[in-house]
């Protein structure tokens, strides 16, 4: 339990320190929010959908937590030659502990990530329709993080070189953004795509966020949060599965 | 000499695919000793390094630590050694003293215990001035000394040094061994060390033990090695008894990754 612990505090201590690196993590969510928020805002708003701003922001904050997720793993690939990670795979602690430790660090970084914007879309005009709805929301939130943390500890642990860095980029995390439905609505898509949407996990973080926050939602709270556990209980078997496997 | 085996490795064979990285190797280690591993890069030290501290399972063969299988007693035998890789693993965000107090967590080290060590080593390795300074902002130096007080701060039985003065000036690299060799007093502890510098292994190993290709060529003291091969440097005897100095391998993975770690460094 110490173990997990001070693992956790590790990340949590990290990400505290590394001013710059917040600041440069806003860019991306902050472009998104920017021009596509207001670029495609009155599109979107007269083909009789309502505000774009409001429709999009529970998409930019899964997209932040996302990618912060996401990076915490591949960074690991780096730290397992020169970091800390080979420290704590030669340490009498079993493996699942750091697993644990490290993924709920990552996780917990990505949501304090994804509150930042929270607070940033609060600014550009997002009104939530209900402030009591908020800490479910977060919750959400919490679930999305855990499962692309412990997906991207599964990712570090399996690859051998930083060249599958840009593999992952491009092959998941993008997919993964732009198939979850947290730029368009997921009503009247194109079969095949409908599909796909369907399968990325993302899709029900954003609808179930989209539907405690502004109270529009496809699948409806109840399902999303079901299949958000489920995926959830699933990718953290497979990261410390793949985690336990690692040689260095 | 009736000396105690604190390691023992017996006929043991790592392949990687088709290559074989270490070759059917034998060899002990006494209680108390420096030992030194001396080859040219690629000769299969950090293979032997990794399968003795549970990173890697041998393919055939047997390791055994303080009396312990290194492969089924993973845990038993991880609490008994120290260890400082090739390439660094501190957490160079955090200050001295942090990276210290995790290790001391994840070793189990009782609070006040922990507190104790850590102050007696960092004033060893004389970086008590410096406890609550981000290690990032370290030299090479002073980051491999606090990787040795890292990986003393449990007490263990042996401590492996994988090319601990890779990358040093000649006045860092006369100060790491100074410490090494004071170890044996203040700690007591087995010290096994690998090095691709012969004058370095000359000087500090009680033993040492000749890799090339993955095989042990030859084994025992500075003095004894010369002896057998009829030389009168250690450079000599190595060249007698692998026929070469030098040998150039194909990069891996590994090797890559630290090119672009060299050049972010700078």
């Known amino acids: 339990m110490a173990v997990v612990f001070v693992l956790w505090l590790r990340e949590l201590k990290k990400y505290l320190r590394s001013r710059v690196q917040i600041v440069a993590s806003l860019g991306t969510p902050l472009m998104y929010l920017g021009v596509l928020g207001f670029g495609l805002g009155p599109v979107f708003q007269r083909a009789g959908e309502g505000s774009y701003l409001q429709f999009m922001a529970p998409g930019v904050i899964g997209m932040t937590v996302l990618f912060t997720a996401m990076f915490s793993g591949i960074a690991m690939l780096w730290d397992r030659q020169f970091g800390f990670l080979k420290e704590t795979l030669v340490a009498p602690v079993p493996r699942l502990a750091i697993m644990i430790g490290r993924t709920l660090g990552g996780a917990t970084v990505a949501v304090l990530q994804g509150t930042l914007i929270f607070g940033v879309t609060l600014i550009a005009g997002f009104r939530p329709v209900s402030l009591l709805a908020v800490p479910l929301a977060f919750l959400v939130i919490a679930l999305i993080a855990v499962i692309f943390s412990a997906l991207a500890t599964a990712i570090g642990s399996s690859l051998k070189e930083m060249q599958g860095f840009q593999m992952v980029m491009n092959f998941l995390v993008l997919p993964t953004f732009f198939l979850s439905g947290a730029i368009y609505p997921l009503e009247g898509l194109p079969r095949v795509l409908g599909a796909l949407t369907r399968i990325d996990p993302l899709t029900y973080g954003v609808d179930g966020v989209r539907g405690l926050l502004i109270g529009r939602t496809h699948f409806g709270v109840a399902l999303d949060v079901a299949v958000l556990l489920g995926v959830g209980v699933l990718f953290v078997l497979f990261g410390a599965w793949r985690f336990s496997k690692i040689e260095a | 000499m009736g000396d105690q085996s604190i390691i023992r490795v017996q006929h043991v064979v790592k392949t990687f695919g088709k290559v074989t990285a270490v070759n059917d190797v034998s060899f002990?280690?006494?209680?108390?000793?420096?030992?030194?591993?001396?080859?040219?890069?690629?000769?299969?030290?950090?293979?032997?390094?990794?399968?003795?501290?549970?990173?890697?399972?041998?393919?055939?063969?047997?390791?055994?630590?303080?009396?312990?299988?290194?492969?089924?007693?993973?845990?038993?035998?991880?609490?008994?050694?120290?260890?400082?890789?090739?390439?660094?693993?501190?957490?160079?965000?955090?200050?001295?003293?942090?990276?210290?107090?995790?290790?001391?967590?994840?070793?189990?080290?009782?609070?006040?215990?922990?507190?104790?060590?850590?102050?007696?080593?960092?004033?060893?390795?004389?970086?008590?001035?410096?406890?609550?300074?981000?290690?990032?902002?370290?030299?090479?130096?002073?980051?491999?000394?606090?990787?040795?007080?890292?990986?003393?701060?449990?007490?263990?039985?042996?401590?492996?040094?994988?090319?601990?003065?890779?990358?040093?000036?000649?006045?860092?690299?006369?100060?790491?061994?100074?410490?090494?060799?004071?170890?044996?007093?203040?700690?007591?502890?087995?010290?096994?060390?690998?090095?691709?510098?012969?004058?370095?292994?000359?000087?500090?190993?009680?033993?040492?033990?000749?890799?090339?290709?993955g095989r042990i060529v030859a084994t025992g003291s500075s003095a004894e090695l010369k002896q057998q091969t009829g030389t009168d440097s250690l450079e000599a005897a190595f060249l007698a008894l692998t026929g070469t100095t030098i040998r150039d391998e194909s990069a891996t993975a590994a090797d890559q990754m630290r090119q672009v770690a060299r050049v972010w460094r700078r």
């Open chain 2, 28 to 213: 002990d280690l006494r209680a108390g000793e420096i030992f030194a591993f001396l080859g040219p890069n690629g000769a299969g030290k950090t293979t032997t390094i990794k399968m003795l501290t549970t990173l890697l399972h041998p393919t055939s063969g047997a390791l055994e630590l303080d009396g312990l299988d290194v492969t089924t007693h993973q845990t038993e035998v991880r609490k008994r050694f120290g260890v400082v890789f090739q390439d660094p693993s501190l957490d160079s965000e955090l200050t001295a003293w942090e990276n210290m107090d995790i290790h001391g967590v994840l070793y189990h080290v009782p609070r006040h215990v922990r507190r104790a060590r850590c102050e007696v080593l960092l004033r060893m390795f004389e970086l008590w001035d410096r406890r609550d300074d981000l290690v990032k902002t370290f030299s090479g130096g002073m980051k491999r000394r606090l990787e040795i007080a890292r990986g003393l701060l449990h007490t263990p039985k042996v401590l492996f040094l994988d090319e601990p003065t890779l990358g040093l000036d000649p006045q860092s690299r006369n100060q790491m061994w100074t410490h090494v060799r004071n170890l044996r007093g203040s700690e007591g502890v087995t010290v096994f060390l690998t090095t691709h510098y012969m004058d370095e292994a000359d000087r500090v190993a009680d033993r040492i033990a000749v890799i090339d290709h």
